[in-house]
């Protein structure tokens, strides 16, 4: 996993200081090698899960206290007391209601390239933040031991939008991410905290599977910075078989990020033998070039067995290598490799000249030829989100 647990992190750390008859503990900053972490323990758990409830939004009332949310394109119709397919969002007597605002279940300081985003503050750090539960099961979930939980049933620590605006500032650190599980299921906590931080300087990036509904993607929009969205494949089948889900509604919002022109990256974890042939990659880079643009960024990511994918070898550094060229070939800019450090694919080139404009291996990076937003060698604009 890329992500802390409680649980982990506490081992890590040692002990927490406690605050005598409060309901929070004191921070405690680790270091780890490089990495700062925060926690925050819960003293008293007297309210219980309750600190975490908020009424939902994006959801109807129907009859007999039933509702209908409309966060996600699985628009699931919820009785009393029981809750939508996420695990997260629950039905109180006709209200619809949130169990995981400020519910984070892990919390870590990430290098931006780790989301992946190449195109976003090279080098930045991003204070990335998880609560349990997901609106799909990838069956080669990395992150499955949060993802497809309830939230009860994961420690989890009560971290508000405004001490993660207020820590962010403090630490000079430049985004926070939404990540590691899927961002869709806490929206209101993401939605707040983006608000906030955008109101201090601070960015905001959704990691996200695309799986959401119109509205609440385009107010979201308003507030963030940048959004990575793992496209799983580029067929119905293996959405319906692998994910739990379909293909179309994250095509729509691609285009909806498109529209709005919010900066977005694409990642491609290519699974062994499942969504990896040449005609299928061939026909999404295809799509991607006409209908989001040539310079919209692409990752191929390597697959290694995990969950329930467990009997498929890693992905062969040869097929990613393919999908690499074949993007290239489909006219895409912005082609990479993922998950192989040390590979060409890593770095970003000048469409142009072909030069080495932000130079990577792994999470480490060794140059940026980028001034203003321009390569310094031949003066070709390349797209992101860069520094001055």
């Known amino acids: 996993m890329g992500d802390l647990t409680r649980r982990s992190f506490l081992m890590k750390s040692g002990a ?3 605050c005598a008859g409060g309901a929070l503990a004191a921070y405690r900053w680790v270091r780890n090698r490089d990495t700062v972490l925060l926690s925050q323990a819960v003293a008293n758990e ?32 919820v009785a009393p007391k029981e809750r939508g397919y996420c695990g997260v969002r629950e039905n109180v007597g006709g209200v619809y209601k949130t169990l995981v605002y400020g519910r984070a279940c892990s919390v ?57 605006v207020r820590h962010s500032k403090h630490e ?30 601070v960015k905001s990036v959704m990691i996200s599977n695309g799986y959401i509904k119109e509205k609440p993607m385009a107010e979201l929009c308003e507030h963030l910075s940048a959004v990575k969205i793992d496209l799983k494949a580029f067929t119905e089948k293996f959405y319906v078989e ?19 022109k919010m900066w977005c990256e694409i990642v491609v974890l290519l699974v062994t033998t499942l969504n990896d042939s040449k005609d299928e990659i061939t026909r999404m880079c295809t799509w991607i070039h006409g209908e989001l643009g040539p310079d919209v960024p692409i990752h191929f990511s390597r697959f290694y067995p995990t969950y329930k994918v467990k009997n498929l070898p890693p992905t062969p ?24 450090p ?33 390569c310094k060698y031949c003066g070709r604009s390349i797209p992101g989100i860069w520094r001055a």
């Open 16 to 18: 927490v200081a406690a």
């Open 46 to 77: 007297a309210d219980g899960a309750a600190r975490f409830e908020r009424e939902a939004m994006y959801y109807k009332k129907l009859d007999e206290d039933r509702v209908e949310c409309e966060i996600c394109p699985r628009a699931c119709t």
């Open 108 to 164: 870590h300081v990430d290098p931006i390239e780790k989301k992946p985003l190449f195109h976003v503050l090279p080098g930045a750090k991003a204070l990335s933040i998880a609560t349990a539960g997901c609106n799909m099961e990838c069956k080669f979930c990395q992150n499955w031991q949060i993802s497809q939980f309830r939230p009860e049933q994961i420690r989890s620590e009560y971290l508000p939008p405004e001490q993660l």
């Open 172 to 201: 000079g650190i430049e985004s926070i991410a939404f990540t590691y599980t899927e961002p869709v299921i806490f929206y209101e906590y993401m939605l707040d905290t983006a608000t906030l931080a955008k109101e201090h300087g």
């Open 242 to 260: 692998s994910c739990s889900g379909e293909l179309q509604p994250v095509l729509d919002t691609l285009k909806l990020l498109g529209k709005k």
């Open 317 to 340: 550094i040869s097929t990613l290598t393919r999908a690499w060229e074949i993007a290239r070939e489909a006219g895409l800019n912005f082609a990479y490799v993922g998950n192989v």
């Open 342 to 374: 040390g590979h060409e694919g890593e770095s970003t080139y000048c469409p142009d000249c072909k030069k080495i404009v932000v130079r990577r291996v792994g999470y480490r990076i060794s140059q940026v030829g980028i001034e203003n937003g321009t």
